[in-house]
């Protein structure tokens, strides 16, 4: 994976920055760790982990890369996370969807476990039916985009 762009440094040519959004519970110690390592590797700048100094920087990012995974609905920070990517993005170039042990289909129409975290969601913030409806809407828009599948669980 490659991305090019022009910086207005003069010490560098091109700059490569991205931020990966994830459920550290689901892939932190495996496929996560690969792709930044991978990342790194090819001097690709990688924002990861759920800090503030990263999540500010996030909205500055050329691509964000968002693990779906089975648990990644069931965190508010995580949902938090991909409404900010979708509505500072808003293009589909600028988001990759990575569907990892998740099924796109039951993302998309938020089945199985994604069913079931935003049952709780609802339950839990009966008071505030917008904020889950935005984390919604963002999920089905990151699930709609062509990205990356795999069946590993």
């Known amino acids: ?19 990966v959004s994830f459920r550290g519970k689901d892939t932190r110690d495996g496929f ?4 930044y390592a991978a990342l790194q590797r090819q001097r690709i700048q990688t924002f990861r982990e759920n800090n503030n100094e990263e999540l500010r920087t996030s ?7 968002v693990i779906l995974s089975p648990n990644y609905a069931n965190s508010t920070s995580c949902l938090d996370e991909l409404r900010k990517i979708v509505e500072s993005k808003g293009s589909p170039g600028m988001i990759l969807p990575v569907f990892y042990g998740v099924d796109p289909f039951d993302v998309r129409h938020q089945k199985g476990t994604f069913a079931q975290a935003f049952r709780k969601h609802e339950e839990r913030f009966n008071g505030n039916k917008e904020k889950v409806q935005k984390w919604r809407d963002a999920l089905k828009f990151v ?3 062509r990205g990356c599948s795999s069946q590993h669980r």
């Open 1 to 19: 994976m490659a991305l090019e762009v022009e910086s207005s440094s003069r010490t560098s040519k091109w700059k490569y920055r991205v931020f």
């Open 59 to 65: 909205d500055q990012q050329l691509l964000a890369i």
């Open 143 to 145: 699930a709609q985009l």
């Open 32 to 35: 996560t760790e690969h792709l």
